[in-house]
Nanobody, 128 residues
Framework: QVQLVESGGGLVQTGGSLSLSCATS??????????TAWFRQAPGQEREAVAY???????YYAATAEGRFVVSRDNAKSTVNLIMNNLKPEDTAVYYC????????????????????WGQGTQVTVSS
């Protein structure tokens, strides 16, 4: 089965940085043909999209992430990464990696219901 495993979360002070990684595997998972994304969910909040990336490097960022976060993809290692810079307390959340065989567009990439596979999440806590 397809598996997504996030790592790299932790505790960091305001203004600091963290690098997250999503390792993928699975007998039927053709990583190169899947669209991938990062989502996050803060306590008491709805899950929200952070960034999106495909093999051909189509990239979308949420307004709150653009300029601070950088999403990348290593197809040789079947991993998706997210570098988060200048972190704020508002960034505190569980961060999830998601994947789906269908490519997304402007009006669909940020909707969680369109992603078939999800990781278990990694906690990111930013202290003030």
């Amino acid at each position: 089965q397809v598996q997504l495993v996030e790592s790299g979360g932790g505790l960091v002070q305001t203004g600091g940085s963290l690098s997250l990684s999503c390792a993928t595997s699975g007998f039927s998972f053709d990583f190169d043909n899947y669209a991938t994304a990062w989502f996050r969910q803060a306590p008491g909040q709805e899950r929200e999209a952070v960034a999106y990336i495909t093999r051909r490097l189509t990239i979308y960022y949420a307004a709150t992430a653009e300029g601070r976060f950088v999403v990348s993809r290593d197809n040789a290692k079947s991993t998706v990464n997210l570098i988060m810079n200048n972190l704020k307390p508002e960034d505190t959340a569980v961060y999830y990696c998601a994947a789906d065989p269908q490519l997304k567009g402007t009006y669909t990439w940020y909707k969680s219901k369109f992603y078939k596979f999800w990781g278990q999440g990694t906690q990111v806590t930013v202290s003030s």
